[in-house]
């Protein structure tokens, strides 16, 4: 099961909070704008986590739901004219919205399909947005305004605020997904993922969770959305596009599928390494592209897998140095410590 | 609206289709052998273009272009699949479909640093360069060299698969890997042959294609979801469902953007929703 006060797992989210909130307070701008855009990337890729690290549906398509939001948002506010205290609900909805369809429309698809579902259907998106005039097409939209929060004494152009106000947000989104996947529903996710034959034995229906796992998922991603139009005041239809979603897909499995905060962490070191090899080179996708490779050779289980296999290793040898000091009486602790199943990208179902 | 107009459209048509019947072909085979999706399809079709540019460039001929990018590129695949895509045979299906997404953004990186950014020319052969006049309407001769291609690489492949031992032994492991396994059939080095002849039709492919689209990097990207919608709609592992599947993407696509231009590009992925909502096995699907 999902624990979300694990210590490790805490310890990691705070790092990266408190790493995030010194960074907005003493980087410079430009640094500020890479962890606004590294505290969107965590977002979304936490919400693909729900659905690729737990029910294990492995989406290629996330960047529609993250595409939707940051549309819905600034044609709301752009074209329609609508305060973004009203656009902003708004638009988190329209993300929902398209993950309940897109969860309907995939339900009965498993394993190989539901990838190519999802990609098809992400791909969609683009031609659409591509092909329409009064979403700019190919230019994409400008405008998107940040909220006025001034009554609230924080003045959002300030790309030091924003910045705050965006990892604030993401440490935010990690407390509500992390509460969400502890509690029966996350377990029952997480169930789903690991053998769903056995989940209907049970007898619970896997689609209904699978469905709400999708809504919920468009719904943050789309926040994503939104935080990604205000932060660069400008949609791109790259956003749709399949490779987008890819590169969603390698952050999360880069930073550890399935662990939540893996993501997380995923996401601010590749935008790391991107704008790092970006310095010197332009060719940044070889290096993703190794580095997904590389990844997947060595067992999907990311950076927080890592951090993991360091702490039972850790636990071993602190266990073994117990034993020898206590006689052979504690030998049956040696085996203790978190040998719980990770749903990791390697085990492939039999099914 | 003419009826010459309609014809141009049909044939056009299926010119496209038969385009997208040759590179779905290798991906729908390895597909249903080892329920296998190889996202890098697309790149070794743009790898095919690149090369046959280069090998025109170098011989002068289009033939040359035509006969050797394919088989570097399945050197080029059967390296890749030895070094890497062999090695995650355990890892799972899902390994496997990630690796390849690594090799889709590596290698467009790889192309750019070769050849450039550029979309660079790709001049069809002197023998094929006028039009012909046919029924009254005058289309390009390469077009109909394109359409003339895919059909024979249609028959060539049915006499294959139908007719003699090795497609009997294909057909056999896509049905049931399990028991041809047992019956002596060696169904890895089945799938290796099959990935490495799927790669060198979608070069293939990529070189029939250069002088109609032009030769850049990202044409792999764009070329792979058509493809992988003829997969599906066609249904997994079969030659019918491969021809049924590139023609159906093929007209839908060019007669949904000249009867519904405002909706073009989205019919085949509403076609795409509609077969997995109605029949998610696909058209004709080898493993009924």
């Known amino acids: ?351 | 609206m003419t009826t010459a107009y309609w014809l141009t459209q049909l044939l056009n048509a299926l010119q496209y289709s038969m385009l997208l019947f040759v590179l779905s072909v290798g991906l729908t085979v390895v597909f249903g052998l080892m329920n296998f999706v190889n996202l890098a399809h697309g790149t070794f079709y743009a790898l095919g273009a690149f090369v046959g540019w280069s090998l025109l460039r170098i011989t002068g001929s289009f033939w040359a272009a035509l006969v050797g990018a394919p088989l570097v590129v399945a050197a080029i695949a059967a390296l890749l699949y030895l070094v890497m895509i062999a090695r995650m045979q355990r890892a799972g299906h899902l390994a496997q479909v990630l690796a390849t997404l690594g090799l889709v953004f590596v290698g467009v990186e790889v192309m750019r640093m070769i050849w450039g950014d550029f979309a660079l020319e790709f001049s069809a052969p002197p023998a094929l360069a006028g039009s012909v006049s046919l029924f009254g309407l005058v289309y390009p001769a390469y077009r109909l060299f394109v359409i003339a291609l895919g059909l024979v690489a249609l028959v060539l492949l049915w006499l294959l698969l139908e007719r003699t031992a090795l497609g009997a032994m294909i057909r056999a492991a896509v049905d049931n890997a399990a028991m041809a396994s047992a019956l002596g059939v060696r169904v890895d080095r089945l799938f290796f042959a099959m990935f490495c002849f799927g790669c060198a039709l979608a070069a293939l492919a990529g070189v029939v294609a250069a002088p109609i689209f032009s030769v850049y990097p990202g044409m792999g990207i764009e070329i792979l979801i058509p493809t992988l919608i003829v997969v599906v709609v066609g249904g997994l592992g079969s030659l019918r469902g491969a021809v049924a599947g590139s023609l159906l993407v093929g007209f839908v696509d060019t007669f949904g953007q000249v009867l519904l231009p405002q909706l073009s590009g989205i019919v085949v992925y509403a076609l795409l929703a509609l077969t997995l909502l109605l029949r998610p096995q696909g058209l004709f699907p080898a493993r009924a």
Not at chain 1, 65 to 88: D, E, N, Q, R
Not at chain 1, 114 to 131: K, P, S
Not at chain 1, 282 to 310: K, M, N, P, S
């Open chain 1, 1 to 351: 099961m999902f624990r979300l006060f694990d210590p490790l797992r805490t310890t990691v989210a705070l790092a990266l909070l408190i790493a995030g909130l010194w960074w907005a307070r003493t980087g410079d701008y430009f640094g500020r704008e890479i962890l606004a855009e590294m505290a969107v990337f965590a977002i979304a890729a936490m919400s693909l986590d729900l659905l690729a690290g737990f029910p294990r549906l492995v989406s290629m398509g996330h960047g529609l739901f993250v595409g939707i939001g940051a549309y819905a948002y600034t044609v709301a506010t752009v074209l329609a004219g609508w305060p973004p205290a009203v656009a902003f609900p708004l638009a988190v909805a329209a993300g929902a919205g398209a993950g309940l369809l897109v969860g309907l429309a995939t339900v009965r698809a498993r394993d190989i399909f539901y990838i190519m579902a999802t990609l098809a259907f992400g791909q969609m998106g683009y031609v659409w947005v591509v092909r329409s005039g009064e979403l700019g097409g190919d230019d994409g939209l400008a405008g998107a305004p940040r909220p006025d929060l001034s009554a609230l004494g924080l003045d959002l152009s300030d790309s030091a605020t924003f910045a705050t106000l965006l990892v604030s947000v993401a440490a935010l989104v990690y407390l509500l997904l992390g509460r969400l996947l502890a509690s029966g529903f996350g377990r029952t996710l997480l169930a789903i993922g690991q053998n769903e034959r056995r989940v209907r034995a049970l007898g619970i229906a896997p689609g209904p969770y699978k469905v709400a796992a999708t809504t919920l998922s468009g719904a943050v991603a789309g926040l994503a959305g939104v935080l990604a139009a205000m932060h660069s005041m400008y949609v791109s239809p790259e956003l749709f596009h399949w490779t987008w979603s890819g590169e969603a897909l390698i952050m999360t499995i880069l930073g550890g599928i399935g662990s939540l905060v893996g993501p997380a962490l995923g996401a601010a070191a590749v935008v790391w390494l991107k704008y790092a090899v970006s310095a010197w080179t332009e060719h940044w996708g070889l290096f993703l592209g190794l580095f997904l490779i590389l990844a997947v050779w060595t067992g999907g289980q990311g950076l927080y897998g890592y951090l993991e296999r360091l702490r039972r290793w850790s636990a071993t040898v602190r266990d073994a140095r117990g034993r020898e000091h206590a006689g052979g009486d504690r030998a049956h602790q040696a085996v203790r410590g978190p040998h719980r199943h990770r749903p990791g990208v390697a085990p492939g179902d039999a099914g």
